[in-house]
């Protein structure tokens, strides 16, 4: 009896074990293709579990789009690409253990991802070393690309291997600022952020550009992301007068928390960026109406490029939607297929035998009509398209409401 | 206008919520000394259990018509959890050294978080929970939302009963004797194995409570809900005096009363503005344990052996 309980107990573990190991696993190695057909393989890094893996799930869903997509149209003769999915369950160490096994794989001669600033923070010397090209779709921190002296100006490229095709907090902050202040005529905001590279980047960024424009932040705080009580928050921001709520995270703390302001009889919207600009936020906080945030491009619905995504996501039958960074990461797993093309292009038709080289040289050159716009890259390895959208939650859903590029100096 | 009557009503709610689930802590604690950190997701199932019931309900039928079957769905759920828990991964182990228990709970809260991930639908993200509509009621300067009113009447509503089930019913005191000692209760014929059962099963009707008042505050639920709620009720157990149910409510409201007037307050106090805030209240909630644990190292409540259970 004894015996058979423990076994039972083993098999319980094992269970555990296997369930954890489920998320990483069933990677998308669908791609198929013609034998003889040289095989190059996309790493993508995203929180496949975990709070963020909504975010994450859509992002290895768009990548698979994108290479299905490229060996149905045969867009590089004689190459089939494959995706080669990991977790990094938004942490760090796993992200950095995901990147050497990228590394170790010489058929991998690009990796889209990550989605956590923190966690691309991580990833991008390894790759630098090893000459592997990085395309991120979602991270915005600003020192990634032009390093800590882009606030006084001295941007100096980090790593010649690392690409974004989601803006930075600079831009996202700027238009945010101005969004607020000249469009909506909001002059009194109340500042939260979550501690997070991300939140907190982007709170600073949008901070300094309002109080340059003339705005006054009366009151600032920060928040435990896990956190879904706010209402001692809120609550101190009734007395500062406040007219808005600047918030800097992402949506799962960002709907209670403009929850919780409504809720204590404060009518004033909360603004954040791209991460809370998620159809989660409007269907987790019945409050939402009126809420804004901004988002890179513009909106995916008007561009004819986005239609042929969205129609092919939906005919793929995906389990979860591609929610705000699908487009993106299919833009970003894209410029590497067209890379390698550009690559095989310049060889006689013949994938180089160093591949990650020639894909590395190709990236500075690319330039094709993405999903999220016109996608190029310029010196530091951002996107050239600079526009973004500001949208608001109009009948439980977000409606854009405002596109432009803001001024930087 | 004065926010402190605010700031209580909100460290009252979210402290009667703590309170709630550390039952459960210190009950599985006080008999057979195990710290159940699965219980967080029992909390946690009982919550999507709630939900799946509301989802079944025809939607003709009012939120407040549909929380005593919302309250039975969650509580059979996370009982049916934490007794299977108890059955196939605690009994196993019950004379195994301490840490064995102790791992395989931190295992079963992983599994437990997992399987909801997968298989409940449309839980790889927070999943939205209804919620009560109108405004907010005026309580002594207080505003009180209608979902949080859940909370205070069920909250002390649970603890009388707890006091009656435990003080006057025969598996009450059957439950104190096991607390006491449980070999010699066995041999003065309580059936032990049943009485650890009860307890988890106790602590997972409450837990199952507190995943409702969660959810009817919040307005969403999810699968990770239960580590950070788990660990603030685990806190405010040990700060309550583990073992003693009264304390568990008592540790609970001091710990929200605690992390709310941190949030609200300590900012405003010269010196301070960057020690205040939202993102330091955690640090002052268990800087107060660590003070209390010194000066009183059983807990506020802690050796009132009689009523351990």
């Known amino acids: 009896m004894r015996q058979r309980l423990l076994a039972l107990t083993a098999a319980l573990a094992a269970g555990a074990l296997t369930l954890t190991a489920c998320g990483s696993r069933d990677e998308g190695n669908k791609g198929g293709g013609g034998s003889g057909d040289v095989k190059v393989v996309i790493g993508l890094d995203a929180p496949l579990t975990g709070d963020l893996s909504a975010l994450g799930l859509g992002m290895k869903n768009a990548a698979d789009l994108a290479a299905k997509t490229a060996n149905k149209k045969k867009f590089v003769d004689g190459v089939t690409f494959e995706i080669d999915a990991r977790d990094d369950q938004a942490q760090p160490s796993v992200g950095a253990q995901n990147a050497q096994a990228f590394i170790s794989n010489k058929d991998v001669l690009g990796v889209v991802g990550p989605l956590n600033s923190s966690v691309s923070q991580q990833m991008q010397k390894p790759f630098n070393d090893a000459g592997l090209t990085q395309v991120s779709p979602a991270n915005t921190g600003t020192e990634l690309t032009q390093g800590d002296g882009w606030k006084d100006g001295n941007s100096v490229r980090q790593f010649d291997t690392f690409f974004r095709t989601a803006t930075t907090d600079e831009v996202q902050g700027a238009f945010a600022a101005e969004y607020l202040f000249n469009e909506a005529g909001l002059k009194k905001v109340y500042l939260i952020d979550d501690q997070k590279t991300y939140g907190a980047g982007l709170a600073a960024s949008f901070k300094a550009n309002f109080t340059k424009l003339g705005g006054k932040i009366v009151g600032d705080d920060h928040i435990n992301p896990d956190d879904r009580d706010f209402n001692a928050v809120v609550t101190k921001i009734k007395k500062t007068g406040a007219e808005a709520l600047y918030y800097g995270g992402e949506y799962p703390a960002a709907a209670p928390l403009s929850q919780a302001l409504k809720d204590s009889g404060q009518a004033i919207p909360l603004m954040g960026g791209d991460g809370i600009y998620s159809g989660e936020f409007p269907k987790l906080n019945k409050k939402a109406e009126g809420d804004l945030a901004t988002s890179v491009g513009e909106p995916v619905e008007k561009l004819d490029s986005a239609k042929d995504f969205i129609a092919n996501y939906q005919a793929e039958g995906y389990e979860d939607a591609y929610e705000a960074y699908g487009g993106l990461t299919y833009d970003a797993t894209w410029a590497v297929i067209e890379a390698v093309k550009l690559a095989v292009d310049g060889n006689d038709g013949k994938l180089p035998s160093d591949g990650r080289k020639a894909v590395l040289e190709a990236m500075s050159k690319i330039k094709f009509q993405g999903v999220t716009g016109e996608i190029s890259f310029d010196e530091f390895g951002d996107t050239t398209n600079k526009t973004m959208t500001a949208y608001k939650v109009k009948d439980n859903a977000w409606a854009p409401e405002y596109s432009g590029s803001p001024k930087l100096d | ?309």
Not at chain 2, 27 to 53: K, P
Not at chain 2, 113 to 121: C, E, R, S, T
Not at chain 2, 176 to 198: C, E, F, H, S, Y
């Open chain 2, 1 to 309: 206008m004065n926010e402190l009557p605010q700031q209580l009503a909100n460290g009252l709610i979210l402290g009667a919520m703590y309170g709630l689930i550390a039952i459960g802590y210190t009950m599985v604690y006080g008999i057979v000394q195990l710290i159940n950190f699965a219980h967080g997701e029992i909390f946690m199932v009982g919550g999507f259990g709630a939900l799946t019931v509301y989802t079944a309900l025809p939607s003709s039928l009012g939120l407040l018509t549909a929380i005593p079957l919302m309250i039975l769905g969650g509580i059979v759920v996370s009982v049916l959890v934490a007794t299977a828990a108890e059955r196939f991964a605690y009994r196993p182990l019950r004379t195994a050294p301490r840490l064995a228990p102790l791992i395989t709970a931190i295992g079963l809260s992983l599994a437990l978080q997992q399987a909801v991930w997968m298989w409940y639908p449309d839980a790889k993200k927070d999943v939205p929970f209804p919620r009560f509509e109108g405004d907010a009621v005026n309580i002594l300067g207080a505003h009180i939302q209608r979902g949080d009113l859940f909370v205070l009447i069920a909250a002390p509503l649970c603890m009388i009963a707890l006091g009656f089930f435990v003080n006057k019913t025969r598996t009450g005191r059957g439950m104190q004797a096991t607390a006491q000692d449980p070999d010699t209760a066995k041999l003065m014929g309580v059936n032990t194995d049943r009485i650890i059962v009860m307890a988890f099963a106790i602590g997972a009707a409450f837990a199952a409570v507190a995943a409702v008042a969660y959810g009817l505050k919040n307005g969403q639920i999810g699968f990770r809900m239960g580590f950070l709620m788990g660990l603030k009720a685990f806190t405010a157990a040990v700060l309550g005096g583990i073992g003693n149910i009264y304390g568990a409510m008592l540790g609970g409201i001091v710990l929200g009363v605690a992390e709310s007037l941190a949030t609200g307050y300590i900012s405003d106090i010269p010196g301070m503005e960057l020690f205040g805030g939202g993102g330091w209240k955690d640090v002052w909630a268990f800087a107060l344990l660590i003070i209390v644990l010194l000066v009183r190292p059983q807990g506020l409540l802690g050796e009132r052996v009689a009523d351990r259970a």
